[in-house]
């Protein structure tokens, strides 16, 4: 592989021959392929005690390697980009005991929060915004939502701005 490339370069031209030094940093000759898996052997035993390495690109740092059955030049296969789970902490931010910011269906609102009123009456009367049904009808569907575990409701929201969402560090699709 390298006296192929080194057939086509001159060393006598500087940038030639910075091309023949670094060579070895970007293709791996010494390497075995284990169900689609290039694993990286080295001459003198693997890197510090690490033990087998697999050859991998990561985004737009490609590695390439020498096929040890065709002694072709192969592109190493791309990782899995490991994203994390979304989890409901990361759609609800508390501003305040009286306002909150949620993530609902990829949009971020501002959400006003109040106390739910202890009387039957006044609970029948105010809505939940983001139930869209009265606070009467809606405690046992929304008893593990974190404002109702807390004796509060979501009285009204509004979407927020984009300028908005730079403030508070957030992004929408």
């Not at 390298?2 to 006598?12: G, V």
């Not at 590695?63 to 296969?77: D, E, I, K, M, Q």
């Not at 990782?79 to 931010?93: F, G, L």
């Not at 109702?148 to 699709?173: C, D, F, I, N, T």
Request: aromatic share 6%; with cysteine.
């Amino acid at each position: 592989m390298r006296s192929e490339i080194a057939a086509h370069l001159s060393c006598t031209s500087a940038v030639q021959k910075h091309v023949l030094d670094h060579l070895r940093d970007y293709v791996h000759e010494h390497v075995r392929v284990e169900n689609r898996t290039v694993i990286l052997e080295h001459r003198f035993g693997f890197i510090f005690g690490t033990g087998p390495q697999a050859l991998v690109s990561h985004g737009s740092s490609w590695r390439f390697y020498v096929c040890p059955r065709t002694g072709l030049l192969r592109l190493a296969p791309a990782a899995r980009r490991k994203r994390p789970a979304r989890s409901e902490a990361s759609d609800r931010r508390v501003l305040s005991d009286e306002r909150e910011l949620r993530r609902i269906d990829g949009v971020w609102y501002e959400i006003a929060v109040a106390a739910i009123p202890p009387a039957a009456e006044e609970r029948a009367v105010r809505v939940d915004v983001l139930a869209r049904a009265p606070v009467a009808s809606v405690v046992e569907r929304l008893r593990d939502d974190p404002l109702w575990l807390r004796g509060r409701y979501a009285a009204a929201k509004r979407q927020l701005s984009k300028r908005e969402l730079v403030r508070h560090g957030l992004r929408s699709p």
